[in-house]
């Protein structure tokens, strides 16, 4: 099982970016896809996740963050608009069995990405 993320880079405060994280091995159509990021020195953080039966973002995020999935293509997107210097991070994706929902803690991930820089300039 492999998760690749790609899409990250660098943009001014304001700008977006689309992140997407293409998953082989095997289909996750019925899994827990999620988006998390860990800056220098800070531990990683929840930042959206999505089943079948919904979405979840945690409030640093809401409103301006949105994640989807393409069951067909095994993928999960994040499109990040309204970055902001705070946002510079790597941005992983990680997946998780459907078992009890969405979870924000990171330990609950079975399979991740390994990341991708995304960097915003004042």
């Known amino acids: 099982v492999q998760l690749q993320a790609s899409g990250g880079g660098s943009v001014q405060a304001g700008g977006s970016l689309r992140l997407s994280c293409a998953a082989s091995g095997r289909s996750f159509s019925r899994d827990v896809m999620a988006w998390f990021r860990q800056a220098p020195g800070k531990e990683r953080e929840f930042l959206a996740g999505?089943?079948?039966?919904?979405?979840y973002y945690a409030d640093s995020v809401k409103g301006r963050f949105t994640i989807s999935r393409d069951n067909a293509k095994n993928a999960v997107y994040l499109q990040m608009n309204g970055l902001q210097p705070e946002d510079t991070a790597v941005y992983f994706c990680?997946?998780?069995?459907?078992?009890?929902?969405?979870?924000?803690?990171?330990?609950?991930?079975?399979?991740w990405g390994r990341g991708t820089q995304v960097t915003v300039s004042s």
């Open positions: 999505i089943i079948s039966t919904g979405t």
């Open positions: 990680a997946v998780k069995a459907n078992t009890y929902g969405i979870k924000t803690t990171a330990s609950a991930y079975s399979y």
